[in-house]
């Protein structure tokens, strides 16, 4: 598990590329067979992922979190990318499907990932964080039947938004938020845009009390995100290619524009879970 330390506003105005990218960036998210991990001390993140294609793997502590298994202190939200495979859950196995996703909640010892074929892996997609108390672990699924274990995202969760004329035409996706799947402080979910529209969460906002990462894929081979990131009056930017990572400190604005269309999980830890909790920012105020 590789570590990052959080940075202040007034340090990050003056990083070089090199230094931003270093510091914020995450690359190689996905990694054949292994459970690649980054640890952010910034809200205490975890972003990575399970690539299983050959063998099963199983989650473990590792020497960072000092602890006896990953979730002793943890809850932890899972996206899948990929291929249909199972999440086993202390005995309990989960089918989970291209853009379905889990809530995994404090407590759960003996977690491991599949594929349901090698040729076709599934690539599930990790945000844990810090947990204070145990909600139940569910499968969340876009659309279908709710039943025992089984959680479906709410149409007032499935949000229109932007339109084409301003290049953000999108749907968000809210797997993980209050009112829908009880967690302390993990929210998670998906936004999608449509063909013709490459920019997403503009006008611009920040957040003081969460953090948020934001994963990007679906984009074509040789197309890019520009990300912009720092305060509103001090912006930066990262280049980013399919299925890399960005972290956003709370201080810090998250928009992106592509030389395509795209599609980005999201994900927010901090104080308050209230997606609706944002301070925004006027396109003329961005510097």
Known sequence: MKVRTAASPKDVKHYTTERLRDEFLIQNVFEADAIPLVYSHIDRIITGSAMPVTKELKLTAGDALRAEYFLQRREMGVINIGGPGKITIDGNVYEVDTKEAMYIGRGARDITFSSNDSHFPAKFYINSVPAHTSYPTVLIKPEGKEEEGVVIVKEENKVKTGCLEDANDR??????????????????????????????????????????????????????????????????????????????????????????????????????????????IANKDLL
Not at 198 to 221: G, I, Q
């Open 171 to 280: 749907v968000i996706c809210k797997y993980i938020v209050t009112g829908q799947v009880e967690s302390c402080q993990l929210a998670m979910g998906m936004t999608q845009l449509k063909p013709g529209s490459v920019w997403n969460t503009m006008p611009s906002h920040t957040h003081d009390r969460r953090m948020e990462v934001y994963f990007y894929f679906d984009l074509p081979e040789d197309a890019f995100v520009m990300h912009f990131m720092g305060e509103p009056n001090e912006t930066r930017h990262i280049v980013m290619r399919n299925e890399e990572a960005v972290i956003s400190p709370s201080w810090s604005i998250h928009s992106g524009c592509g030389s395509s269309a795209y599609t980005f999980i999201w994900g927010m830890c901090g104080e308050n879970q209230d997606y609706g909790d944002m301070d925004n």
